[in-house]
């Protein structure tokens, strides 16, 4: 990556003291530097800065700075992050090595110690916004980093070498061949790169075999030569091949253009010069679409919006002549570089940026085309992305795996890692317990109802658990039954879940051999009008009698211990009856449900839930008119007359046969 991408990178102009003020080594680091040899700039600028006086404070500063820069930019932030440093320090430091250092350490990984260093260059240049969003970037990578996507990530050992590898794309339809640009030995160039000290790179290819290993890698065939070679792109029928050439020397550079070969039964045609632009522009990376009839491409020409931007040119049809080029716009392109561009089938453009926000160097971004022209963005976080250079994506098809280019650790400078999203699974855990004392409930049958149309069956173990496997995208409920219970359910969807995940429901079920108390059922003194806030909890045994078809219930409504028991008796009835009328103008047959008002004469026994809830009372009391009024205060004794203050309802039969519809 780093030769093809440095090669983009406008020429740096600096100020090159006079020359009576230099010595010979001085001069030959400025001037190397000047040509874009960063490499072989560093070992000079080094050997300056050992000859120059350690008086001459101003002239070893800028040294030191020099060499950070040749550091940075040969893509070797370690390195880097330690020069800047020492340039930070200085009285006459430079405000862009500030910059620098904390753009060093983020790539480092080292993202609390980079905003920090964000904050002081803040404090510098208030104006340069790049600050800002360097320190959302960071505060991002931490975010992303602990939670990150569910992508499974392998280095491609095979393949890789000690030297740069990266850049692949697919060969065949069965994905067994891929192409990659590398730098390793057996190259046919035989010059070293000045800017990386690393051979120039060419196109090579590895297969895989019956055991899937991928075989020692071997140069194409017809495609490489003295100068570099790289990033290839296939047509959708892999017998036409675009790809970059970068003809430079040692101290000239020509430019890059973008290559055309086509296949002649085993062997590939004389590439040819497409001629996007004139010689004297950079046309690199290039990604020709499924349809052959649109070419993605990166340049440094006017009219962008920073250093590279990503560019299209178009044709009506195969052999035609290829359009003016025409920017993707500023959803995709910044002030920064974005390169290595990337369309898939779906027409998803997948690109490296380090203007947009990232973690790292270059992020790989995915963006999504909209019907009115823009691209909807995205970051693909971690683990596709590092605090490394990211780069370099290709599909497998419409499938989500692949192979992309990093410069995170591994056994060279730049490699190819193995990516894929593993297939999304899905299981829950339950457990059925008594809803009044949280045991566990054995041999209870639970039913799976899925909105796929699925329908399974499995009987809980004797600590009440249950477990199922369940699909993507599907909606369901679990209802559980047992024998003297009302059934009960629990829901959960797998819709919207983009990670795998086990989920855990606990359903409880109601016993019927004693009353089951209906909460927030309230009237106004003396009404029985049912109040909004009681139509909630109603619409609540509404949905318990659907789910218990069988059953038929008697609806209690009780009075607190004030007024006459005739009146009470007369009142209750009335709030029973209320309850029914509502459940039956609901859609609930009137042959399930019966109501009796039983006025003051059921007073409340307190059980352990009342008792947590009022420490004034203990377990085992029961609210009777004469221990309420013993009550020491009138806030107590209003406690009291609203816990007798209750509606019930207890089931009659189980065995109750809807009428047929």
């Known amino acids: 990556m780093k030769q093809l991408l440095l090669l983009l990178i406008f020429i740096i102009f600096v100020t090159i003291p006079e020359a009576s003020a230099q010595k010979r080594k001085k001069e030959q680091a400025y001037s190397s530097f000047t040509a874009g040899e960063y490499y072989d700039a560093i070992d000079l600028f080094k050997n300056a800065y050992s000859k120059t ?42 405000p862009e090595a500030e910059f620098w250092l904390a753009e060093s350490l983020k790539k480092n990984g080292k993202y609390s110690l980079a905003v920090d260093e964000f904050k002081k ?23 992303w980093s602990r939670n990150p ?73 017809g495609i490489n030569t003295e100068f570099e070679e790289g990033t290839p792109s296939f047509s959708s029928d892999y017998k036409e091949l675009y790809f970059t050439r970068c003809e430079v020397g040692k101290r000239e550079k020509r430019g890059c253009i973008i290559m055309y070969t086509k296949k002649n039964g085993d062997k590939w045609n004389d590439p040819k010069n497409i001629k996007l632009l004139p010689d004297s522009l950079v046309t690199a990376h290039p990604s020709i679409s499924k349809d052959g009839l649109t070419l993605y491409f990166v340049s440094d020409m006017a009219g962008g919006f920073g250093k590279k931007d990503i560019w299209k040119v178009t044709r009506l049809r195969e052999g035609d002549i290829w359009s ?74 419409t499938n989500e795996k692949g192979i992309f280019s990093s410069t995170r650790k591994g056994k060279g400078n730049d490699d190819l890692y193995t990516f894929e999203l593993p297939p999304l699974r899905f299981n829950v855990t339950g457990l059925v317990k008594d809803e009044k004392t949280g045991a566990p409930i054995p041999s209870s049958l639970v039913q799976l109802i899925a909105s796929d149309g699925s329908n399974l069956q499995a009987e809980t173990g004797t600590g009440g658990d249950f477990k199922f496997a369940l699909k993507a995208d599907v909606d369901y409920i679990f ?47 003396d009404k029985w009008d049912l109040r909004p806030e009681s139509m909630v909890a109603l619409d609540k045994l509404i949905e318990t009698l659907d789910d218990n078809p069988n059953v038929t219930i008697e609806i209690m409504s009780h009075t607190d211990t004030r007024n006459t028991e005739e009146y009470n008796m007369v009142l209750s009835q009335k709030r029973a009856q209320s309850v029914v009328d509502y459940l039956v103008s609901k859609g609930i047959e009137l042959d399930r449900l019966s109501a009796k008002g039983y006025g003051k004469i059921s007073t409340k026994v307190v059980d352990a839930t009342i008792a947590g809830q009022n420490p004034f009372l203990k377990v085992g009391t029961q609210l009777t008119e004469q221990f309420v009024n013993s009550l020491p205060t009138d806030e107590q004794k209003e406690i009291a007359h609203q816990i007798n203050r209750r509606t019930e309802f207890k089931v009659l039969r189980t065995d109750y046969e809807p009428p047929k519809k």
């Open 53 to 94: 006086k350690k008086a001459n404070k101003e002239a070893r500063n800028d040294l030191v700075f020099m060499i950070a820069e040749c550091y940075r930019l040969t893509n070797d932030p370690k390195n880097a992050e330690t020069w800047y440093k020492l340039s930070v320090k200085s009285s006459n430091s430079k």
């Open 121 to 143: 260059y803040k404090q510098i240049a208030p104006s340069d916004a790049r600050a800002d969003q360097e320190i959302r970037a960071c505060e991002l990578a931490d975010d």
């Open 149 to 221: 996507e569910a992508y499974k990530i392998d280095e491609l050992k095979d393949v890789n070498s000690r030297e740069s590898d990266f850049s692949p794309a697919y060969g065949r339809d069965d994905y067994g061949l891929i192409y990659f640009t590398t730098s390793r030995d057996g190259v046919a160039g035989k010059k070293t790169h000045g800017a990386t000290g690393q051979n120039f790179t060419d196109i090579f290819e590895s297969r895989v075999d019956k055991k899937s290993k991928w075989s020692t890698p071997v140069p194409v065939e």
């Open 324 to 397: 003016k080029p025409v920017n993707l716009g500023p959803d995709i392109n910044t002030a920064g570089d974005e390169v290595f561009p990337y369309i898939r089938e779906d027409g998803t453009l997948y690109f490296s940026s380090d203007g947009l926000i990232g973690i790292g160097g270059l992020d790989i971004f995915k963006a999504v085309p909209q019907p009115d022209g823009s691209w909807i963005v995205q970051n693909m976080k971690p683990p596709i992305n590092s605090f490394a250079d990211d780069f370099g994506i290709v599909f497998e098809g």
């Open 479 to 525: 209802l559980a039954s047992k024998k003297g219970y009302l059934n009960g359910k629990e829901k959960e969807t797998t819709k919207g879940q983009d990670k795998s995940r086990d989920f855990m429901v606990t359903i409880l079920l109601t016993a019927i051999d004693m009353p089951i108390e209906l909460p927030n059922i309230l009237y106004d003194l």
